[in-house]
């Protein structure tokens, strides 16, 4: 276990306040706080009607997803996913490409050789086909927006956590484009 001592605390926030202000880094009276980077995909069905948004906020060295899904998909367990290109084009969202995979792996946490970084846990939609949800990601914003950024696809079927490459859930009923926004 790593812990900085009293002493070696103290002299490093001595050093931070000396080089804030040697930079005149003192935010001006009245200035709005940092603002804070995150995702945020609207999502659309192959008809192009909002369906939803999800957004992927930086917590705990990680990505926290919150999905919420206002239509668009039929009751009960849909695969979700994060895809490897940021390119929602109807009715298929084929443009989307595979599971976001940096780490080059195959689908699915129930796979010895998996999981994609892009797999998420399954959304289970109401009777009226809605879903709201929030789980932890192992993502980080520069993997979702490299050169060709990333998407969120919603899938026809439940997702087997396993069959390579992208367990067997169907097809892309909802899809959405992630940007860059602040908070
Ligand atoms: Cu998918
Ligand atoms: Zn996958």
């Given at each position: 276990m790593t812990r900085l001592s009293p002493t070696l605390a103290i002299l490093s926030a001595t050093s931070l306040s000396l080089t804030l202000a040697a930079c005149g880094a003192k935010a001006p009276e009245g200035a709005p706080p940092p603002q804070t980077p995150y995702a945020e995909a609207l999502l659309y069905d192959g008809n192009g009607q909002a369906a939803g948004v999800v957004t992927l906020i930086p917590e705990n060295g990680g990505l926290q997803a919150n999905v919420q899904i206002t239509g668009g998909i039929t009751p009960g367990a849909h695969g979700v996913h994060i895809h490897a290109v940021g390119e929602c084009k109807r009715p298929?969202?084929?443009?989307?490409?595979?599971?976001?995979n940096p780490t080059g792996k195959q689908h699915g946490t129930g796979n010895p050789m998996g999981p994609h970084e892009g797999d998420l846990p399954m959304v289970m939609a109401d009777a009226n086909g809605r879903a709201t949800t929030s789980f932890p990601t192992h993502t980080t914003l520069d993997a979702i927006f490299d050169a060709d950024g990333s998407s969120f696809v919603v899938h026809a079927n439940a997702d087997d956590?396993?069959?390579?490459?992208?367990?067997?859930?169907?097809?892309?009923v909802l899809c959405g484009v992630f940007f860059r926004k602040l908070h």
């Open positions: 298929d969202f084929t443009t989307a490409g595979g599971h976001h956590m396993k069959t390579d490459p992208s367990g067997n859930s169907g097809a892309r």
